[in-house]
């Protein structure tokens, strides 16, 4: 680099008129006034009030708290809360609202994607109408964080057969004991979804711990490379007594476990599809600014392969997920159709990140263009909700006609 050449601005990845210039085939334009309204109003809060601050909070792997009252007010979750009389979202509509949250910042899609899709979304699918009515509305104005805990320190992918928290009835109390780890939004969660094997039948059965619960303990993970934002913890649960009205009813063995994991892996795809986005964007922008042998690197045979590749992963993958959004609103997709998805698109996700940070050469590691953060928060979307392997092997089995692959 010339120490005399001028090196653009750096800007996040909104551009234009706030339009999504990724968005090559105008496939927001299948959503109706009414949403495209909802996801403008994501959209604007975002650029004012996230992207500012969120190369900060990640340099310093803090949680900016004073964001969550305006989530609140976007009124993404108003549906929930049993006495609304509004519907919930078509599933098109919260693909896009993921997309346009991990497009500026995927630490704060996953922080959104955790409490309403994992537990909101437990509660919503696996609660009695007491317990809805009980957790959901402070939930749904995010007075109420809620977390989800399934994973643990040494079992991941083998989850459905190996889970080892265990649970104990005792009268109207249940004892639970075991460790989770890399629980998203634990260390200041109100409500943690736990999932636990009863010892006596061996059914995996759902719980909400709640906050200060005796024998509960959060510890924050610390030097991560990856989403730094979100405030991962290790639990352990420790002779923690939980009482039965806080069982959750309709959560009795890993299949509704599971029909959480279904809709939600959607939603990290969606997430991956808005990476791809900004990182595009973010490169697009840099591309035209940036200025080497006299005129802007844009001009150049190399950086525009580079774009266009980049740009046919984004398109290419949010083509994917308009479709699955639309079989799941007909109610009509399957597992294997979200597999797919989750896999395809990370993978997508990861090449658009490091050909937007080749673009950038060696300004694309400092912080300040971002393309550097985009880069290491792609690995935890790339891995969580599912490895890509998993993912294959649920695909795999699905068109073999059920010829399984999975170690037993």
């Not at 634990?186 to 059914?203: G, K, N, P, S």
């Not at 063995?253 to 973010?282: C, H, N, P």
């Not at 912080?367 to 599912?386: C, H, N, P, T």
């Amino acid at each position: 680099m010339s120490g005399t050449t001028a090196l653009p601005t750096p800007s996040g990845p909104y551009l234009g008129e706030g339009l999504l210039p990724a968005d090559f085939y105008a496939y927001e334009d299948l959503l109706s006034d009414s949403e495209r309204e909802r996801a403008e109003s994501v959209r604007a809060f975002l650029r004012t009030q996230v992207a500012p601050i969120v190369d900060d909070c990640w340099a310093r792997a803090e949680f900016p708290f004073q964001l969550v009252e305006s989530f609140g007010k976007l009124g993404l979750m108003d549906w929930a809360d049993p006495d609304s009389q509004e519907s919930g979202p078509s599933n098109l509509l919260a693909g896009f609202i993921a997309l346009e949250m991990a497009h500026v910042d995927a630490s704060m899609a996953t922080f959104a994607g955790v409490h309403m899709g994992l537990a909101m979304g437990t509660i919503l699918t696996c609660g009695s109408d007491e317990q809805k009515r009980r957790w959901l509305p402070a939930m749904s104005r995010f007075e109420k964080i809620g977390a989800f805990g399934l994973t643990e320190p040494h079992g991941g992918s083998d989850v459905a057969g190996g889970l080892l928290t265990t649970a104990r009835r005792d009268g109207d109390v249940w004892i639970l004991d075991g460790a989770k780890r890399w629980i998203g939004n634990a260390t200041f969660a109100d409500l943690v979804v736990i999932w636990a094997r009863d010892v006596e039948t061996q059914h995996v059965l759902g719980f909400v711990v709640e906050k200060d619960t005796p024998g509960f303990t959060a510890t924050k993970i610390e030097n991560k490379m990856a989403l730094r934002i979100v405030q991962n913890a290790d639990i352990v649960l420790a002779g923690c007594r939980v009482p039965e009205a806080n069982r959750l009813q309709n959560a009795n063995s890993f299949k509704d476990t599971a029909k959480i994991l279904r809709q939600t892996r959607s939603g990290v795809a969606w997430q991956a599809v808005g990476m791809m986005f900004g990182a595009y964007e973010i490169a697009l922008q840099y591309a035209k600014e940036r200025e080497q042998f006299g005129r802007p690197i844009g001009g150049f045979q190399l950086v525009q392969d580079l774009l266009v590749k980049m740009l046919g992963n984004a398109t290419a993958s949010c083509g994917m997920m308009v479709r699955l959004a639309q079989l799941q609103d007909a109610g009509v997709y399957r597992d294997e159709q979200s597999a797919l998805a989750k896999a395809y698109c990370t993978v997508r996700m990861r090449e658009n990140v490091g050909w937007a940070r080749e673009l950038l050469a060696g300004n694309g590691i400092i912080l300040d263009y971002k393309i550097g953060r985009f880069v290491a928060d792609a690995e935890a979307i790339y891995s969580y909700e599912g490895t890509r392997e998993i993912q294959t092997l649920i695909v795999g089995r699905a068109v073999t006609g059920g010829l399984s692959a999975f170690v037993r």
